[in-house]
């Protein structure tokens, strides 16, 4: 397998990609590979948040879900 990173992508972005992943719903064979894009996701996330603390730099302001 292949491995590939998407690079430049804003916290904000990688927070509206995990939304748009947890909201479509999907079932049988997929559901294992999403949910691990799901916490991929989310461990980016807490990496970026943390790296931003340690600069005491605020986050970005929080993405808005309907």
């Known amino acids: 397998m292949d491995i590939y990173t998407l690079e430049n992508l804003s916290l904000r972005e990688v927070k509206a ?6 909201e479509i719903s999907i079932k049988g064979i997929d559901a294992m590979f999403i949910g691990t ?24 302001p929080p993405l808005e879900v309907n």
């Open 17 to 22: 990609l995990l939304v748009g992943i947890k």
């Open 37 to 60: 894009l799901q916490l991929k996701l989310q461990d980016q996330i807490n990496q970026i948040e943390e790296h931003h603390n340690q600069e005491n730099q605020p986050p970005p």
